[in-house]
């Protein structure tokens, strides 16, 4: 294992198909899990982020973050994920469900930064509140941290509102210190996001393989499919695992470099990542890879693949039932 990986998120349905595809990836070791709420109450996130790395099962730490964005009110997304975010999933408690990891999500990321440096990749798939702490607690964290992936933002459009993306949406004053950190940023936004998404063809594939895990997946995402169909959707997007598949096969993606800012003064365009793709007047510093093209039936192949990793040889100590 060359490279190692820490997840933020908010699990969440597609945050869980990311943690569980990433435990079965032969390119990264997962090292760290932290979790914030976003999709749900931290409570709910905090649990189902070990709840996950129990079906996998793996020892991977799960660190809990911060409970709210920096300033606002939280906003949960209970009509996608269900209230308990896991789709109405009910995953069995873990043992590690009775001791809490002492350390907090931003100082155990730091400590594997430093520990890690460039071989890290770090995926913020939430809002960004713990990303934003850890940059104002350690003045030299943006230095370390060689380039951050995120879900979220939309060059075009929204899903909160017309005008932003949920994940930017729920704390746009964390994610305008993210953009104005000075990091490289790999930006997943709705633009491709949106086209990322598994066909009812893909739903029965997944259906047909034998593992607990994939059982849990294809149970945990009817929500959202149902969700998808109101919305016209072709098929039921995996938004937070295109950072992941990306790291596995950076060619089902194309990008272009764009300056993004967040907007957090507006109350209409609350969360809405401005960015100079689309107008005549370009800014600097263009410090953000925004995703724009997906090859769809690749990244559908290649989820269904390593999936089914877990068939071939699921460790799974209990069935998901
Ligand atoms: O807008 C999609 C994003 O919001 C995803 O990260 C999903 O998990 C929710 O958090
Ligand atoms: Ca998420």
Redesign the pocket.
Known sequence: MSKYLWIDC?P????AATILLAHQSQKFQPIGISTVA??ATHRHTFDNARRLVHLIPADTPVYPGAEKPLIRELTT?PYV?GVDSLGGIQLPASESEKTTESKKAWDALYEALCRYGDDLEVLA??PLTNIAIALAKYPDFAQRLKRLII??GAAKGG??TPAA???IYVDPEAAEKVFMSGIPIFMFG?DV?LQSYLTEEDLDALENQSSPQAKFMVDCLQLSKEFAKTKNLKGVPL??VCTLLYLEKPKLFSFKKAWVRVETGGEITRGKTVTDLYSDKQMEPKNTQVALVVRREDFAQLFLEMMNRYSKGSLCKHIYI
């Open positions: 908010d969440g349905v597609d945050d976003g999709n997304a994920h798939i939430g879900m979220g899903n909160y993306e949920f994940n709705l996001t938004h937070d």
